[in-house]
């Protein structure tokens, strides 16, 4: 069965697919994130248990992946919930860290304004029935964004101010690059889009 066919014969099997309930589940658990970064302000947000948390969501990320490619579980709604969960933890987590100081307003501001963007994009094209993949980027870009997230809650790099800023650069540069690949390949759908519908 091909990739398309088993989002198709999967796509309403939300509430018995494993796959899709540990990424809700990731989605609902996120607040105890925010939580453990908001509640040590007066240490930049650094904890253990920002830290542990975010790898224990980074692990759920990888888990619930391997599982609906292992064992066929691929389906619409995980599909959407996926990429949603990291966008809630990464945004979470970023809006978090500027609250309690540890991130500055600008660069939160760019990933913040690329997400919502590029999710805006992608529906938008998918109520006009095209569909602008996914990329391998994109998984990339969750890695960065990660990494940088992890390293500014790191107890021990409580004040690498100089390290966690440049990760954060970092996670945000490729964040935009990852962000404009999607607008190229939205455009380059329409003008093929375009000249099939001009075709005689």
Sequence with gaps: MSTRESVLHHGAQFVMNPA????????????????????????NGTSWLAFALCWIFGATDYIDGELARRYDLVSRSGAFLDPLADKVVVIGSMVSLFIVGRYHWFPVALVVIREIGITAFRSYWVRKGRVVPARTLGKWKSLFQGLAIVAAVFPTWKDQDLVVNGLLWFAVAFTLYSGLMYLLDGSAATRASGNLNEAP
């Design 20 to 43: 899709n309930m540990i990424t809700a589940a990731r989605i609902a658990a996120s607040p105890l994130l925010f939580i453990a970064i908001v509640s040590n302000e007066e240490s």
